[in-house]
């Protein structure tokens, strides 16, 4: 799916990814309920925080979305910090959060502006897309994964909805050109060499053709990141946001 930095989106993966970890009956361990302990997440320190954590042009960032936001980025940080012995910067995290939520509100707003709304059969494209991605069957599965992490249909569907308008409307604003078979190639070589380079380097990467359409999605979810931060910057230009943190 397009626009990794799209909060939700990356909120819900994280949530997958912490749902692979129940057992293998599909129900959660009973010896530590709390799927943050089972992977070394630290407790979200959210204590002092105001009910509306921001505002984005008279829009208000409740502490709710906050929080449930932030536990998907906390999860990722931890799951990175155990690769790095570093422990979370939970401080700086919450900033990190709080200021990519309004950029999703900024985006949002755009969109809703040009007329982009997602219709029912644009989010089940969404969720099979998030279902391939994890390596489930269907966008069902996905749902009772994220069911297991707390979060509703309703809610799923919420955050797919505001993924396919922010993804819709920077593909629209931005000027992204489907990559060359010469450039495609050049990026397979590439790979290859730091593949042969790499001291513990483990199988062989598949041949060029087999994964030519994967690094085509690679290079227009580059082009399309690089665009969706240009265009942040013209919409926080004149924006009125206020973050209460």
């Known amino acids: 799916m397009p626009i990794k930095r799209v909060l939700a989106a990356v909120s819900l993966v994280a949530a997958l990814a912490l749902a692979g970890c129940s057992s293998a009956d599909g129900e959660s361990d009973q010896t530590d309920t709390s799927a943050g302990a089972e992977t070394g997440v630290p407790e979200a320190d959210l204590e002092g925080l105001p009910d509306v954590v921001a505002e984005v042009n008279g829009d208000e960032i409740t502490l709710a979305e906050f929080t449930r936001n932030y536990e998907g980025q906390l999860q990722q940080a931890a799951m990175q910090s155990q690769a790095t012995g570093e422990d979370v910067d939970q401080d700086a995290l919450k900033e990190q959060v709080a200021g990519l939520l309004v950029d999703n509100h900024l985006l949002t707003q755009a969109a809703m502006k040009a007329g982009i709304e997602p219709s029912e059969s644009d989010i089940d494209d969404e969720l099979a897309g998030l279902a391939e991605q994890n390596g489930l069957e269907s966008g069902d599965d996905v749902l009772a994964a994220l069911k297991e992490q707390g979060l509703s249909e309703d809610e799923v569907r919420a955050d797919l909805a505001t993924q396919f308008q922010v993804s819709t409307y920077i593909e629209q604003e931005a000027d992204i ?34 994964v030519k359409d994967q690094l085509a999605d690679q290079a227009k979810m580059q082009q399309e990141n690089e665009a969706a931060q240009g265009i942040v910057e013209q919409l926080r230009d004149g924006a009125d946001i206020t973050i209460h943190l």
């Open 177 to 210: 050109a489907a990559p060359s078979d010469e450039e495609l190639q050049q990026q397979y070589d590439a790979l290859v060499e730091q593949q042969s380079a790499a001291a513990d380097a483990g199988g062989e990467i598949p041949p060029f053709e087999d």
